[in-house]
């Protein structure tokens, strides 16, 4: 893993999100898990060895950011925000969360490629014995929440938008803020069903802090100054989709003719083959919104 201070790790360069963890006087705190399983079981071994793990906190509901806790059971207390909490692994009809984790097991496709994961099979849990307990939230709050761990402060601050339960985790003491999906640095923005106005919301919430470090929820840390660039992602996709309804064009046409396929870098690592299908939910979704197919978007 890498150190973005001497107490903060994370890894940016896997399949999945960005997991981290913050190691304190009086134990460590996880910021989301690993979602392949030989990744989860490895970095549970190094976090550990830093003390306990006190706390495993999520920063959203995708799968990408909270299949791992599974394999932390028995490691410190999940603490989720509510509107997290009641989407956590929940099969919805456009995704099915379990069926997709398990998609992303890299086997033949990988070999011989630091994706590679054959053991990861190995560890698969069956379906109903990892919905008997997938480790989610033990506390589970509303609004923000503070926890104090050793000398450390964690700011769980909630940011929704990119998903609704979405939480910023702010340790002043580190000068960090780990942004979840509030940010994807350098890589493809992942609108899916978003509330735009709100996450530029949370952009300037996180714009209120004193930190020097972002770790997004995908692709590398980054200074504060980001927050300008995704910003301006977001401002894009959605002054081109709201061009397009102006024009009069279709759905269809709209999904057609407006992509940023060339431009805001590569799909993250190990899910280029999702371009095209991020390109058209994030086209379709907006379109919906700004025509108003989604009430009150
Ligand atoms: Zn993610």
Same mark, same amino acid.
């Given at each position: !893993? ?8 994370? /890894?940016?360069? #896997? ?25 989860? $079981? ?5 976090? +550990? ?5 006190? *706390?495993? $906190?999520?920063? +959203? ?8 806790? *599974? ?11 509510? +509107?997290? %909490?009641?989407? &956590?692994?929940? $099969? ?7 069926? %997709?984790? *398990? ?11 630091? #994706? ?12 109903? +014995? %990892? *919905? ?8 589970? &709050?509303?609004?923000? #929440?503070?926890? @104090? ?42 609108? !899916?069903?978003?509330? =735009? /106005?709100?996450? #530029? ?9 004193? =930190? ?13 100054? %980001? ?7 977001? !401002? /894009? ?7 397009? =309804? ?6 269809? /046409?709209?999904?057609? @003719? ?8 590569? $799909? ?5 083959? !999702? ?23």
């Amino acid at each position: !893993m890498e150190n973005v201070t001497p107490n903060v790790f994370t /890894e940016t360069k #896997l399949r999945g999100c960005n997991p981290s963890f913050v190691t304190t006087s009086d134990g460590v705190v996880v910021i989301d898990t690993p979602q392949l399983p030989t990744k989860a $079981v490895a970095m549970r071994k190094q976090a +550990e060895s830093h003390g306990p793990i006190r *706390y495993i $906190v999520n920063t +959203e509901h995708h799968v990408d950011h909270i299949f791992g806790n *599974y394999f932390f059971k028995g490691a410190g207390t999940v603490v989720n925000h509510r +509107e997290l %909490y009641e989407r &956590f692994m929940v $099969v919805y009809p456009e995704l099915d969360p379990f069926a %997709y984790a *398990y998609e992303s097991v890299p086997g033949d496709h990988a070999k011989g490629t630091d #994706l590679d994961d054959p053991e990861g099979l190995a560890l698969w849990p069956d379906r109903d +014995e %990892y *919905y008997r307990d997938p480790n989610k939230g033990r506390i589970v &709050f509303t609004g923000d #929440l503070t926890l @104090r761990v050793g000398d450390h402060t964690f700011n769980l601050l909630h940011t929704p938008g990119h998903t609704p339960g979405q939480l910023a985790v702010h340790v002043p003491e580190e000068r960090v803020v780990f942004t979840g999906d509030t940010i994807f640095s350098g890589c493809q923005t992942w609108l !899916m069903t978003s509330n =735009v /106005e709100q996450w #530029l919301a949370a952009l300037e919430r996180i714009r209120t802090l004193d =930190v020097d470090w972002i770790v997004p929820g995908h692709g590398p840390v980054v200074p504060k100054s %980001y927050l300008d660039v995704q910003r301006s992602h977001l !401002m /894009e996709w959605k002054t081109a989709v709201a061009t397009a =309804v102006a024009n009069g064009w279709s759905r269809e /046409e709209t999904v057609e @003719r407006v992509d940023f396929r060339d431009r805001f870098g590569p $799909v993250d690592i190990g899910q280029g083959y !999702m371009l095209d299908y991020i390109q058209s939910l994030n086209a379709a979704t907006l379109y919906d919104k700004l025509t108003g197919a989604i009430p009150g978007a």
